[in-house]
């Protein structure tokens, strides 16, 4: 069964600080992995795409990494600011199937001052 | 461009009732996706479009559910008659070239009592 898991469920740090979240996946086959960030009452916008052969992507203070072999990804945020509390979301295409897209349920990030 | 427009931005009708939601994708994408989004389940692909012929509609959870898409900047998604667990943020995606970078909408609450 296609399933991604993120963890931690929630996060809260501290204003500067740094984190990663992370994502595993069964999908597959694998097309690609993209991470999302939602604000509160607010859609999904799209922080990076990365393919099959895309170890690492940056977006200014966002780093996602991929490792398709153990089927697992990481956002990593780098001097975290208040504006980057949100849900991160780990979304994976598979290449066949009915279902082009599975969702993780994301990670509540909450960074106070 | 105005970005992908939901209407209404919030619904609440009452149990039994027909309620209709609204989208109009980014001129120019020729792909439209609806999705459904509540604590306990994350966000969950209901049905998604392509040049306006509706590609996979697995996730669509009942036939009380139907969605239309008669042109290229207008889709609807129908539910009749609507039930207390359809409560939900309902947000309406679009994209160029699916399935890569999804530009979503405000979304749409909706409160059925």
């Known amino acids: 069964k296609n399933q991604v898991e993120q963890s931690p469920q929630s996060l809260i740090i501290l204003e500067g600080k740094n984190c990663t979240l992370q994502?595993?996946?069964?999908?597959?086959?694998?097309?690609?992995l993209r991470w999302y960030k939602q604000d509160t009452g607010r859609g999904p916008v799209s922080l990076t795409i990365m393919t099959f052969s895309e170890n690492t992507k940056s977006n200014g203070r966002y780093t996602a990494t991929l490792d398709a072999d153990t089927k697992q990804s990481s956002l990593h945020i780098t001097a975290s600011q208040l504006s980057d509390s949100a849900s991160y979301i780990c979304v994976v295409s598979a290449k066949t199937g009915n279902t082009p897209l599975v969702f993780g349920k994301g990670t509540r990030l909450s960074v106070i001052a | 461009d105005a970005g992908v427009i939901q209407s209404p931005r919030h619904e609440v009708t009452e149990m039994g009732q027909e309620v209709t939601l609204r989208c109009k994708p980014i001129?120019?994408?020729?792909?439209l996706f609806w999705y459904r989004q509540t604590m306990m389940r994350g966000l969950e692909l209901l049905i998604y479009?392509?040049?306006?012929?509706?590609?996979?509609d697995s996730g669509m959870p009942e036939d009380r559910f139907s969605a239309k898409m008669p042109n290229a900047s207008f889709s609807t998604l129908k539910i009749q008659p609507s039930e207390p667990r359809d409560s939900a943020v309902y947000f309406c995606?679009?994209?160029?070239?699916?399935?890569?970078?999804?530009?979503f909408g405000p979304g749409t609450r909706l409160t059925v009592t």
């Open positions: 994502c595993n996946y069964t999908v597959s086959p694998f097309s690609n």
């Open positions: 479009f392509n040049n306006n012929v509706p590609i996979d």
């Open positions: 001129s120019g994408h020729n792909s």
């Open positions: 995606a679009s994209t160029h070239r699916e399935p890569y970078e999804q530009y």
